[in-house]
C-alpha cells in the first residue's frame, strides 16, 4: 500500500513538472508570436513621426494566460478527458429497451431533436427579445445577432454544396454574395422592381456567374482550383471599384429601397400603406428588422430543404461520388462536367439570394463588404462546423459571428487594459486562436458523423473517421 501511494505520489510530482516545462516553454512561445503583435505599435505623434509604443500589460496579460492554460490542460484537463475515455469504453453497451436516467434521457432528447428545439427557438426569438430589452432595446439583439448570424449561416449551407459536397474548394464564394447585392441595388434603383422580383433574379444572375466560373476549372483540383476561385473573387471586387460609370465605385451604392410584405404593407415611413399606421402601432424601425428576420429565417429554411432533397437525389450523389474520388465517378459513367457546373451554380444561386437580402437589410452596398476575408470566414464556418453537415455549420455560425458580436459589446475590458483598449481590434486573433483550439479538440468539425443518403436496409450514421478527409 505505501508502495502505491508512493508510486501515485511520484506520478504526481513528476506530472507537475512537466506542466510546469511546458507551461514555461509555451509562455516563451507566446511571448515571440504575440511581441509584435500586442506588446509593441507603431503609431505616428503630432509631428507626424513614426514611434514605437509598448504595450507590456497586455503582453504579460496574455503569455500567463496562455501558460496557465497549458498547465491546467496537463494537469487536469487531459487526466479527466483520459480517465473519462476509459470509463466510457469500460461502460457496456447500451442496448435499445435498457432504462437511463433521467439527465441522461433528457440530452438524449435534446441531442435527437436539436434542429426541432433550435427552429421552435429561432420562430419566438423577436418575440423574447421584446419582452426582455423592450421595442428599441431588442433592435440590436435582433439585428446585429439574429439576422447576421442567419445571413452567414445561409451563406455556410450555400458554400456548403460546393465544398461540403462536391468537395471543390471555393475561395471566392463573396464574388456570388456581390453579384446578388449589386443586382438588387441596381435594378431597384434604375428599373423599380420590388425586391419579390429581384431576389430570385438575383439568384439566377450568380448562379450564372457560378457556371461562368466552373467552366474554367473544369479541368482543376486542389490548390490550384482555390487559387483560380480566389482570383475570380478579387476580379469581381475589383471590376466594382473601377465600373464607377455603373457601381460608383468604393463610393458604393445607396439609397436602396425596402422590402416590402408581399407590397400591400411598406416599410417606407412617408407610404399610405405603411405598417405601422396600417395597424395603429408606434413608429419604429424594429418591425422591419423582425420582418426582416423572418425573411432570412425562411430564405435559410429553403436553402436547407433544397440542399436535403438534393442529396438524396441523384444529383446529390454524384457530388458526393466526385467529392471522394474523381477518377472513380467518371469509371461509373458520371459527366463530371455537368457534376461540377451545377455544384457551382447551385451555391452560387443561394449566395446570391443572401447578397440580395443584404443589400436590402443595409440599404447600402460597397466593394468594402465583399473582400476575401468573406470569403475565408464562410469557409472556416462550413470546415469548422463539419463539411456536409447543415446543424454543424449552424452551430459554427453562431459561435464564430455570434462571439465577435459579443466581443464588440465587451466594454468591461477598458477596465482592465485601459481607456484605449478596443475590444473588436483583436476580434480577429481571437477568432484564429479559436480556430486553431476547435481543430485540435475537433478536427473534423462540430459533428464528425454523417448520415449517408444511400444506406442497405438501415440508416445509420458513419462516423467521419471512416471516410475519405472526414467529408463523408
Given amino acids: 500500500m505505501q ?53 507590456w500589460v497586455k503582453l504579460a496579460f496574455v503569455v500567463g494566460l496562455v501558460m496557465v492554460v497549458r498547465f491546467a490542460m496537463i494537469t487536469v484537463i487531459n487526466p479527466w478527458l483520459a480517465a473519462r475515455k476509459s470509463a466510457k469504453d469500460a461502460a457496456p453497451a447500451y442496448v435499445e429497451g435498457d432504462p437511463v436516467s433521467g439527465p441522461v434521457q433528457a440530452w438524449r432528447f435534446f441531442v435527437n431533436n436539436f434542429s426541432k428545439i433550435g427552429l421552435a427557438f429561432l420562430l419566438i426569438y423577436p418575440a423574447l427579445c421584446v419582452s426582455i430589452f423592450g421595442l428599441q432595446g431588442s433592435l440590436k439583439w435582433v439585428d446585429n445577432f439574429g439576422i447576421q448570424i442567419l445571413i452567414y449561416v445561409m451563406l455556410g449551407w450555400g458554400l456548403n454544396i460546393v465544398v461540403g459536397l462536391a468537395g471543390l474548394l471555393d475561395l471566392g464564394y463573396v464574388a456570388f454574395y456581390a453579384v446578388g447585392a449589386y443586382s ?27 457556371v461562368i466560373l466552373g467552366f474554367p476549372v473544369l479541368r482543376l483540383k486542389g490548390d490550384y482550383l482555390a487559387i483560380v476561385t480566389l482570383a475570380f473573387g478579387e476580379i ?70 433544397v440542399t436535403i432533397r438534393l442529396r438524396r437525389m441523384p444529383i446529390g450523389r454524384a457530388w458526393e461520388a466526385l467529392r471522394e474520388d474523381e477518377i472513380a465517378c467518371r469509371s461509373l459513367g458520371i459527366n463530371t462536367t455537368n457534376t461540377k457546373l451545377t455544384a457551382f451554380a447551385i451555391g452560387a444561386m443561394f449566395g446570391g439570394f443572401a447578397g440580395s437580402f443584404f443589400a436590402v437589410r443595409q440599404g447600402f452596398v460597397s466593394p468594402e463588404s465583399f473582400v476575401f476575408l468573406e470569403s475565408a470566414i464562410i469557409l472556416a464556418i462550413v470546415v469548422l462546423g463539419g463539411m456536409g453537415s447543415l446543424v454543424g455549420i449552424a452551430v459554427a455560425a453562431v459561435a464564430m459571428v455570434g462571439g465577435t458580436e459579443l466581443l464588440r459589446n465587451m466594454e468591461f475590458l477598458k477596465l482592465i487594459f485601459g481607456p484605449e483598449f478596443t475590444p473588436e481590434l483583436y476580434r480577429m486573433l481571437i477568432f484564429g486562436l479559436a480556430m486553431v483550439v ?10 464528425g458523423s454523417r448520415e449517408p443518403t444511400a444506406f442497405l436496409f438501415e440508416r445509420k450514421n458513419v462516423s467521419g473517421s471512416f471516410t475519405k478527409e472526414g467529408h463523408g
Avoid at 501511494?5 to 506542466?19: C, K, P, V, Y
Avoid at 475589383?238 to 460608383?248: A, D, G, P, R
Fill in 3 to 55: 508502495n502505491l501511494s508512493s508510486n501515485n505520489q511520484a506520478a504526481g510530482a513528476s506530472l507537475t513538472a512537466r506542466a510546469l516545462r511546458e507551461s514555461i516553454f509555451a509562455g516563451v512561445v507566446a511571448f515571440g508570436l504575440f511581441l509584435l503583435f500586442i506588446g509593441l505599435e507603431s503609431t505616428q505623434n503630432i509631428h507626424n513621426e513614426l514611434i514605437i509604443v509598448t504595450h
Fill in 184 to 210: 438588387y441595388a441596381l435594378l431597384s434603383q434604375h428599373f423599380g422592381f420590388s425586391f419579390w422580383i429581384l431576389l430570385p433574379l438575383a439568384g439566377i444572375l450568380a448562379a450564372f456567374w457560378g
Fill in 236 to 305: 469581381i471586387r475589383l471590376v466594382l471599384i473601377n465600373w464607377k460609370e455603373v457601381t460608383n465605385g468604393s463610393a458604393g451604392i445607396s439609397g436602396i429601397p425596402k422590402a416590402s410584405i408581399f407590397g400591400i404593407w411598406s416599410f417606407d415611413v412617408g407610404a399610405a400603406n405603411n405598417f405601422t399606421k396600417a395597424f395603429g402601432l408606434p413608429m419604429s424601425s424594429v418591425y422591419y428588422k423582425i420582418f426582416l428576420f423572418y425573411l432570412i429565417l425562411a430564405l435559410c429554411l429553403l436553402t436547407a430543404y
Fill in 438 to 447: 476547435i481543430m485540435v479538440w475537433k478536427p473534423r468539425g462540430f459533428v
